[in-house]
């Protein structure tokens, strides 16, 4: 686990430690190389690790990380918490905020385990005090000033907008990365009343939230690439049947199983294409847990007035990552569901023609008769293969896509200078990485985009074309946004910047690559 | 009251002359007629094969969805609104074949919902290929040597799996299945009713198979019998196919046990932006 702090706003992980805490030698041997000149190696000093490959200008602090565990009354279990005292004790932090955390944090596990760890963060704090006096620094120096701040991950961001956003029924088959989602979901159900379900597998998590979408509730479902790739048929049926749906796509590595707890960018296209036909789908992407959290909350919004699934897509990345952000701010939300009525109607049509594309729905228990039709239909919904009726309902649905460009979609932001001698394109998760890596030019900007289908075209040309010089960042091969971004715009960006490692792109990357280019 | 009148739509039944499904049809809609099952209290969904059809001639909400996925739609519109009838149209190859884990699944939940599985042994709307339900060694265009596998028996898997209310009935007697379908819609949880029925396309043989080998159970038979049930389910052959109702149990649905929808279906009232700031202090 890497934690970054700052006494500014971090947006990313990095490539290089400073201070590496190691409790075995697998950690010393995957990530010595990190540590950077004049940072700190901690360690248990009777354990016998190898630091024969770390470099001499790092700060070697063997500790008896376990001895004083037990020495204080504790297990040698506890060889951890003395390892954050002594951290707490090289970085100049308070000691007593340690101990308010520990005692949160064994609160189930009673006084005498609380005790326990606090004397072991003590005894680390003193020893690291009394050894490494001169290697004290101030990093972990309280703030005087500061407004309190959440630590999220996207999944829980994300969760958190769909309970804001009225969630009413969420099927979510568990998946890594977004099976934090139900965890999140599920104790709060009772509370908040809506219905989580356990479902069978992806097929009937998407049928049921379709279902119960029918009958008028707010509906969402959350996998990953394996589990949407079930989803799929009834993505397209949504699509057909007018169905909103909320659907939360969290990307991981590769395909089949692949490399299922890393992150990747790689189903950009899956979920622009996936089913057969052509059929309305909003898609978007979070940059980060705020992001998941405001596109979450728009998302139930775009579904409902579209009547239409609404899909977004979060990296691996920011789902199990947590970051530090101000209390969200949604005072401006007002839940929308577009033309909707529970009175009976007469001569009801829910497919009726409309010049914007959307009719007005309705729900079983009204009075109206309704149907969802998963074969193609008249107004009434009756299966109709004709050939006006089949023009006119497809035009229908698809004009929906244009109404939505038109009445909902903002233009991509824009971070950095107006003018710029480089500008990076780039989604998702890299926003971080880029944000903090463009902090050291006053030359590079770089577009964000979160609006993928519909997609913003005009905006987007407009801002490329006034670029001197374009970088594409991504982490799939196939530079997939790049790709779209050609087909939608007609330009072609020619330097891609691609990682498909499974990690995240980190600042160092975006910095050296802008160097590259910038002849530095 | 309903009436036949109120149910009917301006779509003419496509099925085949002498297809089962007429003889479904009709007891489903003679059953509304007597219950009063309407526009305004009623869903109907229906997966995909001559079945699904339905929809569009029965004048009720409905949903068609995919094929074999009738059932976890239909659950998720009882779980958002419980007041409302609940019927499932499905057929053997819709919830035995495609959507065989959704059977499972479906009947150890006990959702207050009715199946009736359209049963005639033969995928008729592709045009004559053997369903999970046909007999071994049948033959058609898929298992032109005969097929090499087991049928099904929906009702013992039914039964193993926990649902709380199985039975069977024929499509050529409308009035026993009439009695049948309302049984099953009374009974508080998961009913299942497995329609004997041939396709006059591809496997009309069945149809004085079955008029010939099947019996209804009697006064003596005890549904409560879980053991007994079981038997009943394996039981096929001659003069041993039997009709009526296997197993009844009785306890809560599914429903009755989500504390969220104790007082009101959860629909009943409109999403609202709902104040999270409690949850925000978790993350502190």
Redesign the interface.
């Known amino acids: 686990m890497q934690i970054s702090v700052s006494d500014k706003e971090v947006f990313a992980p990095t490539q290089h430690t400073n201070l590496l805490v190691a409790l075995n030698q697998e950690t010393i041997d995957l990530h010595y190389h990190e540590l950077v000149e004049g940072g700190f190696l901690l360690f248990d000093v009777v354990s016998n690790l190898d630091t024969s490959k770390v470099s001499n200008n790092v700060h070697i602090f063997p500790i008896p990380l376990a001895k004083l565990a037990e020495s204080n009354g504790g297990s040698p279990l506890m060889s951890n918490t003395v390892a954050l005292g002594a951290t707490i004790g090289i970085l100049g932090g308070d000691i007593a905020h340690l101990k308010n955390l520990l005692s949160e944090e064994f609160a189930k596990k009673g006084e005498e385990v609380t005790q326990q760890n606090h004397a072991a963060a003590l005894a680390g704090y003193d020893y690291a005090r009394d050894h490494f006096a001169q290697f004290t620094t101030s990093t972990l120096k309280p703030k005087e000033e500061h407004s309190?701040?959440?630590?999220?991950n996207g999944n829980?961001a994300a969760a958190?907008g769909a309970?804001?956003?009225?969630?009413?029924?969420a099927?979510i088959y568990p998946m890594t990365p977004t099976s934090n989602i139900l965890h999140t979901l599920a104790p709060?159900?009772?509370e908040?009343?809506?219905?989580y379900?356990q479902?069978?597998?992806e097929?009937?998590?998407i049928?049921?939230?379709?279902?119960?979408?029918?009958?008028?509730?707010?509906?969402l479902v959350a996998t990953s690439g394996g589990g949407f790739c079930l989803m799929s048929?009834?993505y397209g049926?949504a699509g057909l049947?007018e169905l909103p749906v909320v659907i939360i796509e969290g990307m991981r590595g590769a395909p089949a199983t692949g490399i299922p707890t890393w992150t990747e960018q790689g189903d950009l296209r899956f979920v622009l294409h996936a089913h057969q036909g052509d059929f309305p789908r909003i898609v978007l992407a979070a940059g980060d847990a705020k992001e998941a959290f405001d596109l979450t909350m728009q998302a139930?919004n775009l579904a409902d007035i579209y009547q239409t699934p609404v899909l977004i897509l979060v990296d691996k990345h920011i789902c199990e990552n947590d970051q530090s952000y101000e209390?969200?701010d949604y005072s401006g939300?007002?839940?929308d569901?577009g033309k909707f009525t529970t009175e009976k109607i007469e001569n009801y049509q829910r497919f009726a023609l409309s010049s914007d594309g959307i009719s007005l729905r309705s729900?079983?228990?009204?009075?109206?008769?309704?149907?969802?039709?998963?074969?193609e239909h008249d107004p009434y919904g009756?299966?109709n293969e004709e050939i006006e009726n089949r023009n006119q309902q497809m035009q229908k649905r698809m004009k929906k896509l244009e109404t939505c460009a038109q009445n909902h979609m903002p233009a991509p932001q824009l971070f950095g200078p107006d003018k710029a001698d480089v500008t990076i394109v780039s989604w998702g998760s890299n926003k971080g990485s880029i944000l903090q890596a463009i902090e050291q030019f006053d030359n590079v900007n770089f577009l964000h985009l979160t609006w993928v289908n519909p997609f913003p075209t005009q905006a987007v040309r407009e801002r490329l074309q006034k670029a001197k010089y374009l970088i594409n960042v991504e982490c799939n091969y196939t530079a997939q946004m790049g790709g779209l971004i050609k087909e939608r715009t007609g330009i072609e960006i020619l330097d891609n910047y691609l990682k498909y490692d499974g990690r995240p792109i980190y600042p160092e990357e975006i910095i050296e690559k802008v160097n590259k280019v910038l002849g530095r | 009251m309903t009436t036949l009148a109120d149910l009917t739509t301006p779509c003419k039944p496509n099925w085949c002359p002498g297809c089962g499904d007429f003889g479904i049809w009709t007891a489903f809609r003679n059953a509304a007629t007597k219950e009063n099952w309407n526009v305004g209290n009623t869903v109907i969904t229906a997966g995909i094969g001559c079945h699904g059809h339905i929809i569009n001639f029965v004048k009720l909400p409905a949903f068609e969805g995919l094929h074999g996925r009738a059932l976890p739609v239909a659950t998720g519109v009882k779980m958002a609104n419980h007041k409302l009838n609940v019927f499932v149209f499905t057929g053997d190859g819709d919830s035995l074949g495609e959507g065989g884990n959704h059977w499972v699944h479906t009947c150890r939940r006990n959702h207050d919902i009715t199946i009736i599985l359209h049963d005639n042994a033969i995928y008729g709307l592709t045009t004559g290929q053997t369903s999970p339900a046909s007999q071994k060694g049948f033959k058609s265009k898929s298992t032109p040597e005969g097929n090499p596998d087991e049928p099904i028996r929906p009702l013992a898997l039914a039964i193993a799996a926990g649902a709380t209310f199985v039975a069977r009935g024929s499509a050529y007697e409308h009035e026993r299945l009439t009695e049948l379908i309302i049984a099953a819609n009374n009974h508080k949880g998961i009913a299942i009713i497995d329609v004997l029925q041939a396709c006059m396309s591809f496997n009309p043989e069945v149809a004085d198979y079955y008029k010939a080998n099947t019996y209804y159970l009697g006064d003596d038979y005890n549904p409560k019998d879980k053991n007994a049930a079981f038997t009943k389910a394996l039981e096929w052959g001659e003069k041993s196919i039997p009709l009526g109702i296997l197993y009844k149990e009785e306890k809560p649905s599914y429903e009755m046990e989500i504390p969220q929808i104790a007082q009101k279906p959860l629909v009943s009232t409109p999403p609202l932006k709902r104040n999270i700031q409690t949850l925000f202090k978790q993350y502190l």
């Not at chain 1, 309970?163 to 029924?169: D, E, N, R, S, T």
């Not at chain 1, 908040?192 to 219905?195: A, K, P, R, V």
């Open positions: 309190p701040l959440m630590v999220v829980q958190l309970v804001a956003a009225g969630l009413q029924f099927a709060l159900q009772k908040y009343g809506f219905i379900k479902p069978e597998d097929l009937a998590a049928n049921m939230a379709l279902g119960a979408s029918f009958a008028g509730a707010r509906s048929e009834g049926l049947a139930f209390l969200f939300y007002e839940v569901r729900t079983p228990g009204t009075g109206n008769h309704l149907l969802a039709n998963s074969d009756y299966s």
